[in-house]
C-alpha cells in the first residue's frame, strides 16, 4: 500500500486478495443458505398407525412414498387396531390411522382424534390351519371339535370381533352351542392377527382366524385354508385418516390421498384385499 496526493492506493495484488475474500464471504454464505434449505425440506417424519394386516401392502407403499417424497422418512407402527387407537387416545405422536374395522375409527371420530376417514379397501377373514393339519379340521364346524386347540386375537381387536360375529351366525346352522363350544377351544390369545397366524404356522396351535391377507403372506407356504361359508362370513371394511394431532398434515394428507390413488389400490389388491368401491 502506498500514499498519493491523499489518496490510498491499492496494490493489485493485494486487490485481488480482497476481492477474493469478499467473493468468498457471499459464496460461504450463499452455501449456508441452500444448506439450511435443504435441511429444512428433509427430515420430516410421518406417523402412521395402520392395523398388522397392513404390514406388506404399506411396507410396499411406505417405499413408493419415500420415493415420491424425498428427504420424508415414513414410520410405520403396525398393531391391533384397538391398540393403536389406545394410543391415539394417550397422544402418542401419529399422522394417519388406518383402522381393520369401522369401530375403532367411529370411536377416534367421536373423541376428536381424526379428520373426516375414508373407506380404503376390504378384506374376508378365513380360519388357517397347519400344512400337515393334525386336529383334521376341513370346515368351520370343526373348530367345535373337543381336543382342538385355537388361538386368536385379544378381544376388541376386530378380527376376533369379526370371528365372534361369523360363530354367532354360525349358531342357528349348527346348533345354538357352537359359539361357545369354539371360544371353549381357545388356549391363548394373541396381540393381533398376524401374531395368532403365526403361532398357527409354527404349530403351536391347530387353527385361527385371520383375514385371507394373513393367510397369502409369508405363512402362506405352511398353512391351509379353510374357507367360511359365505352366508356365515362378514366382511372387514378398512377407513383411514389423517390424525388432528398431526405435526405434517400435508404429508399426511400426501399418504392418505397415494393410498387411495390407482397405484394404492393396486398394490392392496396384490396382498389379497378387494377395493372398497
Known amino acids: 500500500m502506498r500514499l498519493a496526493r491523499g489518496r490510498v492506493v491499492v ?23 441452500g444448506q439450511q434449505e435443504e435441511e429444512e425440506s428433509e427430515g420430516s417424519t410421518l406417523t402412521v398407525l395402520a392395523a398388522s394386516s397392513l404390514t406388506n401392502a404399506f411396507g410396499e407403499l411406505e417405499a413408493t412414498f419415500e420415493q415420491q417424497n ?11 387396531s384397538t391398540e393403536l387407537l389406545t394410543q391415539l387416545e394417550q397422544r402418542a405422536p401419529a399422522d394417519v390411522f388406518a383402522s381393520a374395522d369401522e369401530a375403532k375409527m367411529d370411536t377416534a371420530v367421536e373423541e376428536d382424534l381424526v379428520t373426516e376417514p375414508q373407506t380404503f379397501a376390504r378384506n374376508r377373514p378365513v380360519v388357517i390351519v397347519p400344512i400337515d393339519n393334525p386336529a383334521g379340521i376341513r370346515e368351520l364346524q370343526d373348530l367345535a371339535n373337543p381336543g382342538a386347540t385355537l388361538v386368536l386375537a385379544q378381544e376388541g381387536v376386530p378380527i376376533a370381533e369379526y370371528a365372534k360375529d361369523i360363530l354367532a351366525n354360525a349358531n342357528a346352522e349348527y346348533g345354538e352351542n357352537f359359539e361357545q363350544a369354539v371360544l371353549n377351544n381357545i388356549v391363548s390369545r394373541e396381540a393381533n392377527v398376524r401374531a395368532s397366524a403365526n403361532r398357527v404356522a409354527l404349530g403351536d396351535a391347530d387353527a385361527t382366524f385371520v383375514y385371507v391377507t394373513d393367510a397369502a403372506s409369508d405363512i402362506g407356504e405352511r398353512v391351509e385354508v379353510i374357507e367360511i361359508p359365505q352366508n356365515l362370513n362378514v366382511i372387514a371394511t378398512y377407513p383411514i385418516a389423517t390424525t388432528k394431532g398431526s405435526q405434517n398434515a400435508d404429508l399426511a394428507q400426501k399418504w392418505v390421498d397415494l393410498v387411495l390413488s390407482d397405484e394404492g389400490q393396486r398394490v392392496l389388491e396384490s396382498y389379497g384385499f378387494e377395493r372398497a368401491s
Open 11 to 33: 496494490a493489485p495484488v493485494l486487490l485481488l486478495f480482497l476481492l477474493g475474500v469478499a467473493f468468498g464471504l457471499v459464496g460461504c454464505g450463499g452455501s449456508d443458505q
Open 70 to 80: 424425498p428427504g420424508t422418512d415414513v414410520a410405520m407402527s403396525f398393531g391391533g
